[in-house]
Structures are given as structure tokens and as C-alpha cells.
């Protein structure tokens, strides 16, 4: 019984930490995700590119392997839906937002234009930005007659037991949330 108690602490107590890059260079973004958990590294890296007809493609690489995701699938959207809901099941309470602990939240923008004045109002609007984000360290810089880039990265960590808790309890608001189906009325013509 001590083991598998001790099992159970192990696991809850797990840190876990989850960095993402993106990266946009005015044609397709590339998104690379890593989690680290005891120190044991996975990273993904997802690029997006139009075939001949115009259809969006998502290539996930993992290592040497190499997955191709359809954005219109059946399940599309489902993780980022779960993650944002995830976000706000604390409520009033914000247990999560206090768990989860960015580390590090960076922003390097490159503003390109043929038009200058716009360039310079949203460059300066951008980097006004960074003081309404203690964390964030965003620099934004204009490239006039140039073009726009953009790299953010973004780490957080958590422990697993506080992630488990907060789904189990997004698990139990989306269950209750959901109606019942009412019965079939037919009415008689009787």
C-alpha cells in the first residue's frame, strides 16, 4: 500500500513544462511545441503550407517522423477549444491561473509596410504594450519597404496533479452544463 501511495505522490507531484515558438515570416506559420516532464524532452514541430488547389496542410514532424493533420477533420479545433475552456474552468476562483506559472513570454515583431506612418503608429502602439505585461518582453521594430515577421515564445510549467484536478473539473462543468434530450412528442391526430 506505501507504493503504490508513493506512486500517487510521484505522479501528482510530476512537474511539467510546456514551451511553444512560433514563427511567421509573411507566408506560413511554423509552430514548434515542447513539454519536458522530469526532465525527459518531446518536441513537435507543426508547418503549415496550400497545396495546388488552396487547401491548407498541417505537417506535425516528431522526431523523424512525419504526420500530416487535417484542420477540417472531424475533430479539428477540439484542443485548443479544450485548453481555452480548460483556462476558464476555475471561475471566480482562478486556482489554475496561480498554478500555472509563465516563465518566460517573449515577442520579437517586425512591422513591414510601404506605408510609413502606419508602420510607426502601430510599431509604438506595440511597444506601449509592454508594460501592461510585467512578464512579456515584447520589442517591436519597424522595416519600412520591408517585410513582417513575427517570433513569440512562450514557457509555462505546472504540476501534473493541479493540470488532472483542473480537467477533472472542466470534465464535471461540461457534463453538468449539458441538457437532457427531451423525449419524442408526436402529437395524435385522435
Excluded at 509552430?31 to 525527459?40: A, E
Amino acid at each position: 500500500m506505501r507504493w503504490i501511495l508513493l506512486g500517487l505522490f510521484l505522479i501528482l507531484i510530476t512537474p511539467v513544462q510546456v514551451g511553444a515558438a512560433l514563427r511567421w515570416t509573411g507566408h506560413m506559420p511554423s509552430l514548434t511545441v515542447g513539454v519536458m516532464i522530469w526532465g525527459i524532452r518531446a518536441q513537435m514541430e507543426i508547418h503549415a503550407r496550400r497545396d495546388t488547389a488552396g487547401t491548407l496542410l498541417l505537417t506535425a514532424t516528431m522526431g523523424k517522423r512525419s504526420l500530416t493533420l487535417r484542420p477540417g477533420g472531424k475533430n479539428a479545433g477540439n484542443g485548443l477549444k479544450a485548453l481555452g475552456l480548460l483556462l476558464k474552468s476555475n471561475g471566480d476562483k482562478a486556482m489554475l491561473k496561480k498554478a500555472v506559472q509563465v516563465r518566460a513570454l517573449d515577442a520579437y515583431l517586425q512591422i513591414g509596410g510601404e506605408n510609413a506612418a502606419f508602420i510607426a503608429i502601430l510599431t509604438g502602439f506595440l511597444q506601449a504594450l509592454n508594460p501592461l505585461l510585467p512578464q512579456a518582453n515584447i520589442v517591436c521594430r519597424p522595416s519600412f519597404h520591408g517585410s513582417t515577421k513575427a517570433y513569440i515564445r512562450c514557457i509555462a510549467e505546472a504540476r501534473l496533479g493541479i493540470l488532472l484536478a483542473a480537467w477533472l473539473r472542466w470534465r464535471r462543468t461540461r457534463r453538468a452544463g449539458r441538457k437532457e434530450e427531451q423525449a419524442w412528442n408526436i402529437p395524435s391526430g385522435t
